[in-house]
């Protein structure tokens, strides 16, 4: 079943304080997003919720926006378009937001290609831009590394490779291939790998060697669908700009 055929309509609705927020179950699309995205969370809240605000649970109980990921493809209803995290805690201490990284490397997003926005996860991470593709059922993560400091590109992308691999269980990993992306050295490899839920996933990751950074381009889907996207996936790269 495609992957953007299952995603569900929200079954519960509340408020408390002005701030309404919507149950969202789980989805395979947003399994496989979350997996890299950093993205968590089963709520929908509104636009002005913050971090820290309490709602009321069916039960009594109260629950405390812990975090938030931004506008999100599994919040349907355009008035609570922001995916949170609660937790039952009375812990509210937050951390402040992380400054995106500076980078002048970007990507030309093909048609069918929809921008979200970065999580913190992300931000923390290096990350640039954040696309999904719910036609071929496919993501892309875009991150930049500076290249100051790495004095082994290949040893970097088996670093990459491994951390990968750490976040599946049984995964496969590929060998690192060496190839020319628009004019640059680049390295590419695959790890193939299950979630906690059991769902299989393949992700390909491209990295682009530049005078002062590294483009770290990271697709995914699932791995039932990966022969059949290979090819677009990597050609993604070429619209890999500002190295």
Known sequence: MKLRNIVLLAVFTFSL?????IYIPGS????????????????CVSANAKVGDTVRMPGGGRGTIKSLSGTSVRC????????????????????????????????TLPVGWEQKPLTEQMVISGGVLYA???????????????REGITDVMAFAVSRRANQANKLTDPQQSQVSELEVNGKKALRFDVTGSLKNGLKVTYMMTLIEG?????????????ANF???????????????GL
């Not at 005078?211 to 791995?223: F, H, K, R």
């Open 17 to 21: 304080q002005g701030c309404w927020f």
């Open 28 to 43: 395979v699309t947003g399994t496989i997003s979350d997996s890299i995205t950093g993205a968590e969370g089963s709520n």
């Open 76 to 107: 349907t209803n355009p008035e609570l378009p922001i995916r949170a995290l609660l937790v039952f805690s009375d812990d509210k201490t937050t951390a402040p937001a992380p400054t995106q990284y500076p980078s002048k490397i970007s990507l």
């Open 132 to 146: 999904i593709n719910r036609t071929t059922d496919t993501g892309a993560l875009l991150s930049a590394s500076k």
């Open 211 to 223: 005078a002062t950074e590294i483009a770290i381009l990271n697709t995914w889907t699932a791995a």
């Open 227 to 241: 022969e059949q996207q290979k090819e677009a996936m990597g050609l993604l790269a070429q619209n890999v700009t």
